[in-house]
């Protein structure tokens, strides 16, 4: 079974709801009457932002964008690929980009830098997880749903060499399935 590669249990599904639910309330506060695009950064995100923006009662729109910044081992290789950039125009619009987690920091520096060039209202970050221990670039999250150890964690999207993303709860990986100490 998918569970037998899991050491433990860092957040649970339930803790997961009621979290969303939160951060979908106060998002709703903070953009009313504002022009909200919400932005996936795939895949990792995907579930986050399923159940985030179920969880704003304001109008808006979504799109999503890919990047690679790890291969399939478990540190940031600092290299930042556009896979597949947004298709909406963002002149005017206020950004919410929708990370799983923020480790290093390096992705969403690098992507909120570009994104801040092309006409934006504004740009904010609703991130899952956050490593802060790791963080190398300056960068700090507007929303954040749960503060981590530097542990390497799996599910609610998030992946080890792609598997693992269809967990219903954030789990710590046994060291034996990627080699670690
Ligand atoms: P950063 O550029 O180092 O902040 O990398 C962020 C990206 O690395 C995230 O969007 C994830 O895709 C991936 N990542 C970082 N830490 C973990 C983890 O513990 N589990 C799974 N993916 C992770
Ligand atoms: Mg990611």
């Given at each position: 079974m998918?569970?037998?590669?899991?050491?433990?249990?860092?957040?649970?599904?339930?803790?997961?709801?009621?979290?969303?639910?939160?951060?979908?309330?106060?998002?709703t506060?903070?953009?009313?009457g504002k022009?909200?695009?919400m932005?996936?950064?795939?895949?990792?995100?995907?579930?986050?932002m399923?159940?985030?923006?179920?969880?704003?009662?304001?109008?808006?729109?979504?799109?999503?964008m890919?990047?690679?910044?790890?291969?399939?081992?478990t540190?940031?290789?600092g290299?930042?690929?556009?896979i597949?950039?947004?298709?909406?125009?963002?002149?005017?619009?206020?950004?919410?980009?929708?990370?799983?987690?923020?480790?290093?920091?390096?992705?969403?520096?690098?992507i909120?830098?570009m994104?801040?060039?092309r006409?934006?209202?504004?740009?904010r970050i609703?991130?899952l997880?956050?490593?802060?221990?790791?963080?190398?670039?300056?960068?700090?999250?507007?929303?954040?749903?749960?503060?981590?150890p530097?542990?390497?964690?799996v599910?609610?999207?998030?992946?080890?060499?792609?598997?693992?993303?269809?967990?219903p709860?954030?789990?710590?990986?046994?060291?034996?399935?990627y080699?670690g100490k």
């Amino acid at each position: 079974m998918l569970n037998d590669a899991i050491e433990k249990v860092l957040v649970s599904e339930e803790e997961l709801k009621e979290k969303v639910t939160s951060l979908g309330q106060q998002i709703t506060k903070d953009y009313a009457g504002k022009n909200l695009l919400m932005v996936s950064v795939l895949k990792g995100s995907v579930i986050f932002m399923a159940d985030l923006m179920r969880a704003i009662d304001l109008p808006c729109t979504i799109d999503f964008m890919c990047v690679s910044s790890y291969g399939s081992g478990t540190k940031s290789s600092g290299v930042v690929k556009i896979i597949k950039d947004l298709d909406i125009d963002l002149h005017g619009k206020d950004l919410l980009i929708v990370e799983d987690i923020l480790d290093s920091g390096k992705t969403l520096h690098y992507i909120t830098k570009m994104l801040s060039d092309r006409g934006t209202a504004s740009i904010r970050i609703a991130t899952l997880l956050d490593k802060p221990e790791r963080r190398t670039a300056p960068l700090t999250p507007d929303y954040s749903g749960f503060v981590i150890p530097d542990e390497f964690v799996v599910g609610y999207g998030l992946d080890y060499d792609e598997k693992y993303r269809n967990l219903p709860y954030i789990g710590v990986l046994k060291p034996e399935i990627y080699g670690g100490k």
